[in-house]
């Protein structure tokens, strides 16, 4: 589909996998979560410590990346998602259920 989002549409350019650019991230537009993120943080340093390895941070810091990634994107209407799909080649083929979907949740 065409809905993907460009940089342009985005609140903030997508950080680096490093803490403190997520942590930036996750502040600015996600702020209830920055403690969550502190505390997977700080659990994934002890487990990588205790274990010798990089491999948890390096998990906490995906997993935050691909939060930022979406949390970063405004939340699209529903109607314009319906319109974009629509739009699609393969969508048209769609459209009578949808009008059909549409007009038995009006009633």
């Given amino acids: 589909m065409s809905t993907r989002h460009q940089d342009s549409e985005s ?3 997508q950080p680096p996998l490093a803490t ?3 942590r930036a991230a996750v502040a600015q537009i996600a702020p209830a979560y920055l403690s969550q993120f502190v505390d997977h943080l700080d659990q994934a340093t002890e ?4 274990q010798s390895t ?3 941070l390096q998990n906490v810091l995906q997993q ?3 939060f930022v990634a979406i949390q970063r994107h405004p939340p699209v209407p529903y109607g314009h998602c319906r319109e974009a799909f629509l739009d699609e080649p393969r969508g048209h083929a769609m459209s009578d259920i949808l009008r059909a979907w549409d007009v038995m949740n009006v009633v």
């Fill in 47 to 50: 487990q990588a410590a205790r």
């Fill in 20 to 22: 403190a650019p997520l």
């Fill in 64 to 66: 935050w990346g691909e």
């Fill in 54 to 56: 990089v491999a948890p």
């Fill in 11 to 13: 609140l903030i350019p």
